[in-house]
């Protein structure tokens, strides 16, 4: 018998979502347990933060694409003509997968996607976290918690996409045969509250039914890990939280109001809760600010939000200025919903409550607390090591919840 610790990123789980009469399971675990709301990391990929405790500019990461024309991996995009990008949604969809399919041929990263970036515009951008979560080189120059197993042969099992569907049934179904000894860790990846949450929103009643039916299959997993493994580390972490949209923001239609053009005086992206621009002319530098900067809803990040939020990237392909929607605001129609708009979402303020994740461990390591003051989600990652007994890298100087609470 052995001792495994097994990882649950629970996807947009908020701190606030656990309850006796949704979440039995959760809630009694939390009893015995070390539970805290988790501050992610600005933007919308805070992987880096928990897999190897870092900031969005150390990880040089933060946002699924990034302007980076010479190295776009949709170069075959720009034989396109322009009109497929007024398709209707179906032969759209169809034409993507065709892309991403021709893509795959000369590029095998799994986290290759084309959003809804029109066509003729995908050959601009790149997406700078390409890799699996557990691949080599997932955070170029650091060493991920994967990396650590790695050095120290410890096997591991890893349920995430695009191998695996991101579904607590097939997590289970998957636990059931493979989550055996010798495994020292394993990673489930389980999506279900996050795509319901953005349909229904966070106060749904579709939320809390889906609740009910993770909690009882992460219930499975705990008891067929506790009658496998002599020990049994469980850790429960949402990577954001989830906020009701009751606004929406067409930035779009600003922008073709300018007497501006795309491509030649600047390029934008619009990220549901985020407009990033890039600047080619001075006049769209000056017209595209000053509209932005008097567009209700929202603002353009500031200087100490970038020491604050860690966005102080040695180059300017996240953007030349950020436009950051508050919390319920949702930028509609954007390049990840453009037929209708979501009615939860998550990418805002990581000061937002909505916004912060619920983080639990069990493990007879630690004790039980159950803290309201959030905690920095890059504090996952010397605690998860310190569950796996791994030591943190020397260039990691951050405590371990399991020995220094806040
Ligand atoms: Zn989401």
Redesign the pocket.
Known sequence: MKSITIFVML??CRHDYISRRHTPFLHSLQSSSLSCPVKPTFGFEPDAAYLAGLYPDQADGGAQFWYNPKDSPFKLARFLPKWTNKLPKIPQKIIRKLLLKAVRLSNSAPNLSTAWLPFHLLNQFALPMMNGLDQPGFCPGHKSIFDLLREQNLPWLFHAGPDYRVTINAACKRAKVKLHPPLAFAFFHIGNL?GTG?AFGPHSDEIQTELSHVDHGLSKIYRLANKRFSNVNFVIMGDHGMIEVDHLLNVKEILSALPLSLEKDYMYILDSTMARFWFFSKQAKQLIGHAMKNLQGGHIITKDEKDTFHLNYPHNRFGDMIYLANPGYLIFPNHYQVHRPETGM?GYSSNAYGQQALLLINSERVKHQQLKTPVAMRRVFPSVCDLLDISVPVDCNLPSLLTDLP
């Open positions: 996807d947009a996050d953005h998550h």
